[in-house]
């Protein structure tokens, strides 16, 4: 099994950034894939953007050149730089990882706020 622990949400204004972290333990190393996803009251969950273990990245259409994913592979950590948030950003972001088995993990979730 694979645990996942997101930090680094919170309140920004619009314009401003914020870098979430998401620290991956456990059956690591049947890892395929990691991402972000976000969800808002009364709609589905929605990827934000994923990176798989050959460092193969994909962005939803809404935050391409403002969002940036990364990994540490030597943490086990998987980073999103969040920049010229937009109010429409505000969401719970969750972490998300899925193993060559294809079992998905899923952290609890941070709250990010972006305020006009």
């Known amino acids: 099994q694979v645990q996942l622990v997101e930090s680094g949400g919170g309140f920004v204004q619009s314009g401003g950034s914020l870098r979430l972290s998401c620290v991956a333990s456990?059956?690591?190393?049947?890892?395929?894939?990691m991402g972000w996803y976000r969800q808002v009251p009364g709609k589905q969950r929605e990827l934000v953007a994923s990176?798989?273990?050959?460092?193969?990245?994909n962005y939803a259409d809404f935050v391409k050149g403002r969002f940036t994913i990364s990994r540490d592979n030597a943490k086990n950590t998987v980073h999103l730089q969040m920049n010229s948030l937009k109010p429409e950003d505000t969401a719970v972001y969750y972490c998300h990882a899925q193993t060559l088995l294809h079992f998905n993990a899923w952290g609890e979730g941070t709250l990010v706020t972006v305020s006009s």
């Open positions: 456990g059956s690591i190393f049947n890892i395929r894939i």
């Open positions: 990176i798989t273990s050959g460092d193969s990245i």
